[in-house]
């Protein structure tokens, strides 16, 4: 439910803006303020983990997500529900992080692989339903079902939470990073921030103001991590080649993913004409495809490593965009099933083993650490690929039409007043041709990846003879 809130809302931006009167600019921070509080949170996971323990701190974001979740469904105004969507991101952040590294822990040393594909169904499963989902509940019921629905969950959760979940022996923290918890929130929200409002104008205000806060401030963040004894994230693991090496692929693969999960349910609603509710119908093939996939991924990764998993998965990705980018005005939701499955086949491959590889390459106790930072980062990259997507599709759009222009100056085609039919058969055929060749580039993106990803090596165990000893003794 955390994760599917995250695009829920998206579609229920339109009715939300009837319904308080309000003005799209403003409600767009129903979506960016649950995202900052996110942001804001994450990193803070993993200490507070190994100071009040993960079962202390996972059932205590379920009760503030729950509690967000009942007021968001009660505002009148949209100032209060972007003030409620912000308690319910603060409880949300930390649910998959800490998650993450607490079902890590209690997974057998030769199944971690199949356990955390398992968690992973959800993960991958939910922003795909969230848009059928939210699309239902808004065209036949309401908007506040949105949120209503996570109330049960969320009292489910923290009943069967609260008798099963075993506890997880906790790490001695030796103090506060007091710079840290204020630098490392700040740099993270910031940079999130930044690169959301790049969607609009990369030379705005309240981009180069987000960019630049987050710059100073991450950099400020590093140089206090790297010189405190006890740091809020623990950044000293990236020395380790194999993990940086894992970093540097797992964002280039989630920067390719971004490139069909976002990119094909605009094309479908903007170039296509597709609802919402339509949109979410014809995009759920994606989503069964990397719920089946998920599970065998984490029992081949227990076998086989990580390697030809990110190298199959991005080519089943890049694969896929090369078939988007030949989409057309008369492209049918049956058309795309095959790519929608292929890219949902490869995300399934990739995510959670690679998540998985990443913790495999830290040393068990800083588990927890390991988590905030790397779902930190994803927070910002998949800000990152959203603004860049969006960035380059209105550039080739605008090159698609200039190129329409010029043919149709010079065979004279512009001497009559075209007919309101035609401009809008004009606007639809550009904009689909932009779409074309977004995905087209994102197919380069992709294979690059995959090529990066032969370098992983398999490696059970975190190598530690590539950490510093302060790392590996504590």
């Known amino acids: 439910m955390v994760v599917l809130d995250t695009t829920a809302m998206n579609v229920a931006l339109t009715t939300l803006v009837k319904d308080f009167n309000s ?16 942001a804001t949170v994450i990193p803070l996971s993993g200490w507070l983990s190994d100071r009040f323990g993960a079962k202390t701190v996972f059932l205590s974001a379920i009760v503030l997500f729950t509690i967000g979740s009942i007021l968001c469904a009660t505002p009148s105004s949209a100032e209060w529900l972007i003030v ?12 998959i992080p800490v998650a993450m590294a607490y079902v890590y822990k209690l997974s057998p040393a030769n199944k971690v692989g199949v356990v955390m594909g398992i968690m992973g169904i959800p993960v991958l499963f939910a922003p795909a339903i969230g848009p059928v989902l939210s699309g239902w509940l808004v065209e036949y019921h309401s908007w506040r079902w949105i949120f209503l629905i996570n109330i049960p969950i969320g009292i489910i959760c923290l009943i069967i939470g609260m008798s099963k979940l075993p506890k997880v022996e906790r790490t001695q923290v030796a103090g506060i990073d007091k710079l ?21 104008s990369w030379t705005s205000a309240k981009t180069l103001g987000g960019l630049g806060i ?25 020395r380790s080649i194999d993990f940086s090496a894992g970093i540097l692929v797992q964002w280039i693969a989630q920067f390719a993913l971004y490139g069909g999960l976002f990119l094909m349910p605009q094309f479908l609603q903007q170039a296509r004409g597709f609802g919402a509710f339509d949109t979410g119908l014809t995009i759920l093939p994606q989503a069964i495809a990397s719920a089946i996939v998920m599970p065998i991924a984490g029992m081949l990764f227990d076998k086989i490593g990580v390697r030809w ?29 095959l790519p929608l499955m292929m890219c949902g086949a490869g995300m399934g491959l990739i995510v959670m083993p690679m998540n998985t590889h990443l913790l495999n390459k830290a040393p068990r106790d800083l588990v927890n650490r390991v988590t905030s930072l790397t779902n930190s980062m994803q927070q910002v990259i998949s800000s990152l690929a959203i603004s860049t997507l969006v960035t380059l599709l209105t550039s080739r759009v605008a090159a698609r039409a200039l190129e329409m222009k010029e043919s149709a100056a010079a065979t004279g085609a512009n001497s ?9 058969l004009a606007t639809r055929t550009v904009m689909t041709q932009g779409f074309g060749d977004t995905f087209y580039i994102m197919m380069f993106v992709a294979i690059g990846g995959g090529l990066l990803g032969l370098l992983l090596r398999r490696g059970k165990k975190s190598e530690e003879k590539n950490l510093p000893k302060e790392i590996m003794h504590g």
Not at 27 to 33: C, D, F, K
Not at 84 to 95: D, E, K, N, W
């Open 309 to 337: 998993l990110v190298v199959g998965g991005l080519g089943l990705v890049s694969t896929a965009l090369y078939l988007y980018s030949h989409v057309s005005l008369t492209t049918e939701s049956r058309d795309i099933i």
């Open 180 to 200: 840290g918890i204020l630098l490392g929130p700040l740099a993270f929200a910031a940079l999130s921030y930044g690169v959301t409002q790049g969607a609009d």
């Open 416 to 424: 009559a007043t075209p007919s309101p039919d035609a401009v809008e």
């Open 214 to 238: 987050g710059a100073v401030a991450l950099v400020l963040f590093v140089i206090v991590e790297l010189r405190s004894k006890t740091p809020l994230l623990e950044l000293r693991v990236l």
């Open 84 to 95: 409620f969507r912000v308690i319910q991101g603060l409880g949300g952040g930390s649910v």
């Open 23 to 38: 003005s799209l600019t403003t409600l767009q921070w129903v979506v960016t303020g649950y995202m900052l509080a996110q």
